[in-house]
């Protein structure tokens, strides 16, 4: 089956620190990938996808790249700001299949 | 405009009361869902609808029923209310779960807190 995991929290960083959440994905054929991010008190958006075998998506400072022989879609930023404190789920979608599966998510805390 | 609002955003209730959340999206999606959240902030579908018909009903309680009116409503209703039902539920509607090209992204709504004392 399909499966997503990524790195456990909570992550704690200063504030212009350099930012990477692993993810690594289990799925056949070629998933679709997305990060979604959660701020306190509300719902998931989406920060960024890939569809494709070495795409980048990107989004407020924030990058994935999609990279097939590793199964991974690591999300990075290069200067953190105390408003990115947040959840973090990395996220698969295939083709035809009825659920998106999520990852446990990731807590990033950022402090001044 | 909202694109997925659901209501209420707060619930406190009484163990053995029966509640409703309602949910509706205004993006012309096909398929809507709901999703439980728990404390530690694990996401897991529970329902998902596809033009109001049922395509996903994981293992919940069937005191969690689902109802579509039409395609751009999907509401939940709780019977007999247990402290463990206590969490955050999300609505959620794509644009068709199968997918394309692009991917089968997720549009959520604001969530609705249920607490059950």
């Known amino acids: 089956g399909n499966s997503v995991t990524q790195m456990e929290g909570p992550v704690t960083l200063s504030e212009e620190a350099f930012l990477t959440i692993n993810c690594t994905y289990t799925?056949?054929?070629?998933?679709?990938l997305f990060w979604y991010v959660q701020y306190p008190g509300e719902g998931l958006q989406l920060l960024l996808k890939a569809t494709k075998a070495d795409d980048k998506g990107s989004n407020k400072g924030f990058e994935a790249t999609y990279r097939k022989e590793t199964t991974s879609f690591h999300l990075e930023k290069g200067s953190v700001q105390v408003s990115d404190s947040a959840v973090y789920f990395c996220a698969l979608s295939r083709r035809g299949y009825q659920k998106v599966t999520f990852g446990t998510g990731t807590k990033l805390q950022v402090i001044p | 405009d909202t694109a997925v609002s659901q209501t209420p955003k707060y619930l406190v209730t009484q163990m053995g009361n029966d509640k409703s959340i309602k949910c509706e999206q205004n993006l012309g999606h096909d398929t809507m869902y709901w999703y439980k959240q728990d404390s530690k902030k694990f996401l897991k579908i529970m329902f998902s609808y596809n033009n109001k018909e049922l395509i996903i009903n994981e293992t919940v309680p069937n005191r969690f029923s689902p109802k579509s009116p039409d395609k751009a409503h999907l509401n939940l209703h709780i019977n007999s209310l247990e402290l463990g039902d206590s969490a955050v539920y999300f609505c959620a509607s794509s644009q068709d779960y199968r997918g394309g090209d692009s991917g089968n992204t997720i549009y959520f709504g604001e969530g609705s807190w249920l607490t059950v004392v």
């Open positions: 799925a056949t054929g070629y998933p679709s």
